[in-house]
Each structure stands twice: as structure tokens, then as C-alpha cells.
């Protein structure tokens, strides 16, 4: 009886050390189950361990931490819209410097090539170069040139709205994505892509895209071939502008202060110190920054200009901060995703901080197909809209539903206009007004500190505004 009671205790220790029980287990068994993952005979279970994300085209990565989001300096526009709070923001991938004319001009080439017919598209699509245009001042050489001449090719894209630059990201994704499967050997580049045969990462992923079969097909345990799948983790996540917290967390580049967990210096500008002006020996009074020094003068005399740069300057000017990032101050002001609200700063997560999740699922018909557009997109229907969430006015205090335009729900007249119905009025501030960041080649040194905050409607446009696009990391925040 002892000698069966030793054997089973052996045989129990001999497999729990060889990871079908207990422990941390074997990678190519299941420790939960016993059975073996990406086997023929158990199914072909999927499992894939040690994944490691790959920056996308243009992104630098930003590894995530804690840090005061906010007013670092004295608020000189009294709007009291960025009040100090600590947030932690998770690690994310961020584009290197401003998308350029060039980058910019590649999508609009694209929806040329593809839609050829369609000039609403590319219109749609087409920065406003008219925002060049000042009633005093000759600026029609830049309404002319600016977006389309090669001198400007690497010049950071102005005069596009939040909602192009929306539209700019998911292109952006599709083509890097696309390109991915080329060169896996999934697919083959089909110039022939023409209205709803265009190809997108989710209708591939859905399978309502075929292209045209690369010679390295993804292949079962079994033999057989198949389609690429999400858990495959060869597509990269999408391209999408930053949130507010985010871009002013990336922007400080704190991560070149810190000693173990001591931050040794608080940054006021993506640069250590209070300095505008270079102080090392070799660079020793040169500009940080591209902006307006002081009135009217937009970039110093002749022979020894300032900032060399009378308007934009080319995206990669200037010394990068500490996480490898271009022209976080000054330039161009940038986009951000965030839905304006004078106190967001109050309202949001501690963790993640962000106004404007708008919750949506892929629509179906009938037969319970997903639907497309005519450009081949999925269609989407909104489920849930968060930008107006508990942002304190009488709507956010009302039940699902409730007219807030209604007599007995009115509050005050003093802080709304009336919109287009009799009677009726609405905020100034609306759910369709977007925040914006840091200085531009017409600002004063006051709007490169990356906490002050700037609002636009989503569908306006400047000449001094542009953007550059981030990438949620998966897995782990610093790498393995």
C-alpha cells in the first residue's frame, strides 16, 4: 500500500513539473485544462504568448505614468478651463512630428485614384486654403501654394477641420494595415480598388473584402488555409487623434526628468527650464520654438533670424523633447479628440482622462448582414453618446429623453442663444466643439506651455491648426 501511495505522489510531482498541473504550466498546454493549444487533435486552439506591438509608420512610443494635467503657470486669459490635477495616462504611440502636406497629399491622391468620379469626396477631404486668405495682408501666394507646392512638401498641414483629420486617421489605418498583409504575403496590392470593393480593416475582418491572395496564406494545424483574424495580432490597432491627456502628457516628456520615481525637474515647456532661447554653448541663443516673439515680429532681421521661419516651418525643425517628439510647442496648434468643456479637468477619470466616447455598433440588415456604404465602409449606429455627460447644465440633471428646450425645464435665457426654433435655445459650448493644443507660428510664448487649452467648432479650420495622429499600445506598458 506505501508503494502505491509513494508511485502516485511521484507520478503527481512528475506531472505537475512538466506543466500539465499546476504552476505556471507549459505555453503549448492549457493549464486550466490539460489539453494542448494550436494542436490538430485537441482543435487548434489558439494561443500565442510573448506578443510584443510594433510601432506603426511615423509613431514614437510613449510609455504611460502619472502627472499633473493642467495650469502649471498663471492663468493670463482668466478662462479657468485647465484647472491642476494628477492623472495617470497608460502608454500609448504617438506620430513623430505634425502630419506634413506630403502625408496629407498621399490621401488625397488615394481618393482620387479610387474614386475617381466622386468630387464631393475629395472635396470633402481637401484642406481650405482659403484660410490663407486676410482681408489686410498679402497672403494669396500661400492660398495658392502652401498645400501644393513641393517647397512646402514637408510643412506641417494646415487648414483642415477636426473632422478631416478624423477621416485622415481611419484612411491612415486601412492603408498601414493593408500594407501589413502585403508584405505578410496575405495579400497582393489590387490598384483595380474601385467603390465598395475597397479595402478596410473591418470589412477584411469580416470577410466582406477578398483582394486578391498573397503566395503566404495563414495556415491551420491541419493543413488548410484561412482568413486573417483579429486574435492573429499581425493588424496594428487604429491610427486616431490624441486625447487632450494624452498629447500633454507626451508633450511635457517627463520621462527625461524622473530618477526612479523622483521627477527632478517640472517642465514648463516640452524642454527643461523657463528658457525660450537654446543655452547650450553650440546652439548658445538660437529659438526652441517656432512663434511670434513679440508684436510684429514673426521671425526676427535679416541675417539673423529668430526662429528662421516667417510662418510654418518644416515638421521636423527644432530639437525633439525627450520622447523623440517634434514641434510639441509652437508650429501649429493640433487637434486633440476631446469634446470642450471648461471643467473637464474636474469631471474626468483619474485614469485615461477623456470627454467624448461615442459608443456605436456595426448595423445589420434583415438577414442580419452587416451593412455597407458606398465607399465600402460598415455602417455604424450610436448606442451610447458620453460628450454631454454630467458636464453640469440642466440637460446632464434630466431623465432620458426629456426636452431640455421645454418651458419648465428652463433655467436661465443669460448663458444660451436661441437656436433655430421659436422659443427654443442651447449652449454656446455644444457637444460638436473640440479642444485644441499648444502654440502655433502666431502665437505668444504663453500658448506653447502644453497645459493651456483652446476650443474650435469640429467642422472650422485654421491656417495656423493642424494635427498628428496616436496608436493605443496593447500589453504591457513598458515592453518586455
Same mark, same amino acid.
Given at each position: ?18 506543466? +500539465? ?206 482568413? +486573417? ?132 455598433? #456595426? ?14 465602409? +460598415? ?6 453618446? #458620453? ?68 476650443? +474650435? ?24
Amino acid at each position: 500500500m506505501k508503494l502505491k501511495t509513494l508511485f502516485v505522489v511521484f507520478l503527481a510531482a512528475f506531472l505537475s513539473g512538466c506543466g +500539465l498541473f499546476g504552476g505556471k504550466g507549459s505555453k503549448d498546454v492549457s493549464r486550466t485544462t490539460g489539453w494542448a493549444y494550436n494542436s490538430d487533435e485537441t482543435g487548434d486552439i489558439p494561443y500565442e504568448s510573448g506578443y510584443e506591438q510594433e510601432a506603426g509608420p511615423g509613431l514614437v512610443f510613449v510609455q504611460g505614468g502619472t502627472f499633473t494635467m493642467g495650469r502649471v503657470e498663471q492663468d493670463v486669459m482668466y478662462k479657468w478651463d485647465n484647472y491642476p490635477r494628477r492623472v495617470t495616462v497608460a502608454s500609448f504611440y504617438m506620430d513623430e512630428t505634425e502630419v506634413s502636406n506630403q502625408d496629407y497629399r498621399e490621401y488625397t491622391h488615394w481618393l482620387r485614384r479610387v474614386y475617381p468620379g466622386d468630387r464631393a469626396k475629395l472635396e470633402a477631404a481637401l484642406p481650405d486654403t482659403m484660410k490663407w486668405r486676410s482681408e489686410l495682408a498679402y497672403n494669396e501666394p500661400y492660398v495658392n501654394n502652401y498645400y501644393r507646392h513641393p517647397a512646402y512638401s514637408d510643412y506641417p498641414v494646415v487648414a483642415v477641420t477636426w473632422e478631416q483629420a478624423e477621416a485622415y486617421c481611419a484612411w491612415r489605418t486601412d492603408r498601414v494595415n493593408e500594407q501589413i498583409l502585403v508584405e505578410k504575403g496575405i495579400l497582393q496590392h489590387d490598384n483595380t480598388q474601385s467603390g465598395q470593393n475597397v479595402f478596410t480593416t473591418d470589412t477584411y475582418l469580416a470577410g466582406l473584402y477578398q483582394g486578391t491572395d498573397g503566395e503566404s496564406q495563414i495556415e491551420n494545424t491541419d493543413g488548410t488555409t484561412r482568413r +486573417l483574424k483579429w486574435e492573429d495580432g499581425i493588424a496594428l490597432p487604429s491610427y486616431r487623434l490624441p486625447t487632450e491627456a494624452e498629447w500633454e502628457y507626451a508633450a511635457y516628456g517627463l520621462i527625461g526628468n524622473v530618477q526612479g520615481e523622483l521627477l527632478t525637474e517640472r517642465n514648463l515647456y516640452p524642454w527643461n527650464g523657463t528658457y525660450l532661447r537654446e543655452a547650450s554653448k553650440d546652439g548658445k541663443g538660437r529659438m526652441k520654438a517656432n512663434f511670434v516673439r513679440g508684436r510684429g515680429d514673426m521671425m526676427g532681421m535679416a541675417g539673423g533670424l529668430n526662429d528662421n521661419a516667417d510662418i510654418t516651418s518644416p515638421v521636423f525643425s527644432y530639437e525633439p523633447n525627450d520622447y523623440g517628439l517634434y514641434c510639441m510647442s509652437g508650429n501649429v496648434s493640433e487637434w486633440v479628440s476631446d469634446v470642450y468643456r471648461p471643467l473637464s479637468n474636474l469631471d474626468v477619470e483619474e485614469f485615461q482622462p477623456y470627454r467624448g466616447n461615442v459608443i456605436t455598433e #456595426y448595423r445589420r440588415d434583415a438577414d442580419g448582414s452587416l451593412m455597407r456604404n458606398e465607399y465600402g465602409e +460598415l455602417v455604424k449606429d450610436t448606442i451610447a453618446d #458620453y460628450r454631454n455627460f454630467k458636464d453640469g447644465d440642466i440637460n446632464s440633471q434630466l431623465i432620458e429623453g426629456t426636452d431640455w428646450n421645454s418651458a419648465e425645464n428652463r433655467s436661465t435665457n443669460d448663458m444660451y442663444v436661441q437656436d433655430d426654433r421659436p422659443g427654443a435655445f442651447s449652449s454656446l459650448i455644444t457637444d460638436n466643439v473640440r479642444v485644441y493644443k499648444g502654440g502655433s507660428w502666431k502665437d505668444r510664448p504663453y500658448w506653447l506651455v502644453p497645459g493651456t487649452r483652446r476650443y +474650435l467648432e469640429q467642422t472650422r479650420a485654421q491656417n495656423d491648426l493642424g494635427f498628428r495622429c496616436a496608436m493605443t499600445r496593447v500589453g504591457s506598458p513598458e515592453g518586455f
